[in-house]
């Protein structure tokens, strides 16, 4: 899976913030009141007058994850765990997303274990970084192997295991129409990847309970 990894998001890409070229304010409300337009809508009735500069700050918080670097939440560790040096998993990740397709929601829960090497991480990092990599137009298949790429690169540990569920909103709200759908992905790296008993442990705590 790690060519995987590489294929999808090279190290580069998602080991900083990226570099994006925004427009204004202006003409992010005025392309606002045109899709408001394209709907069928008059963009200049009471409901809809304040629409466009609502959807522009909803935009820049539902998008945030562009502003941040996911290596950097990363980069205070803990070395003394008592000698600790078996599997560490953050299950029941709440998480929204987009599809970079359609652009409609995707909500889902993450799993994110990893093998320490002699150092972990603050719990709520590896959320944050789930959450980083959510605030972004993406793929789930995408997500999943950045999420495990960028722990594996900063951290360094044995390995990584990554499992996204979620539900896909252009499959429930159009297309195909299909309400309760669940697409499940999952990365390996390292000792998970080598060995199937680690993979099969990973699954089994995090469907445990």
């Known amino acids: 899976m790690d ?3 590489k294929k999808i998001m090279p190290p580069s890409d998602y080991m900083e913030k990226p570099v994006t070229d925004r427009p204004s304010e202006a003409e992010v409300e005025a392309a606002v009141r045109t899709l408001l337009r394209w709907t069928g ?23 945030n994850g562009y ?25 029941d990740i709440n998480f929204h997303s ?3 397709h359609h652009m ?8 994110v274990g990893y093998l ?9 990092k590896i959320a944050r970084v789930v959450d980083i990599f959510a605030h972004r137009l993406q793929t789930q298949e995408a997500m999943t192997a950045q999420i495990a790429g960028v ?37 390996f790296t390292g000792v998970f990847k080598d060995t199937p008993e680690e993979q099969i442990r990973f699954v089994t705590m995090v469907r445990a309970g």
Do not use: W
């Open 67 to 91: 502003d941040m670097c996911p290596a950097d939440e990363l980069g205070r560790t803990f070395e003394e765990v008592a000698g600790y040096d078996d599997l560490v998993i953050v299950k």
């Open 104 to 111: 409609v929601p995707i909500i889902g829960k993450a799993h």
């Open 116 to 124: 320490p090497d002699g150092k972990v991480v603050g719990l709520s």
């Open 151 to 187: 722990i594996q690169d900063v951290l360094n540990p044995r390995g990584v295991a990554v499992m996204l569920e979620a539900e896909h909103m252009c499959m429930a709200m159009r297309g195909i129409r299909k309400q309760g759908s669940t697409t499940l992905t999952s990365t």
């Open 98 to 100: 987009h599809c970079e």
């Open 3 to 5: 060519a995987v990894i």
């Open 41 to 63: 809508d008059n963009p200049e009735r009471e409901g809809l007058i304040d629409t466009p500069k609502r959807v522009t700050k909803a935009f820049r918080e539902m998008f």
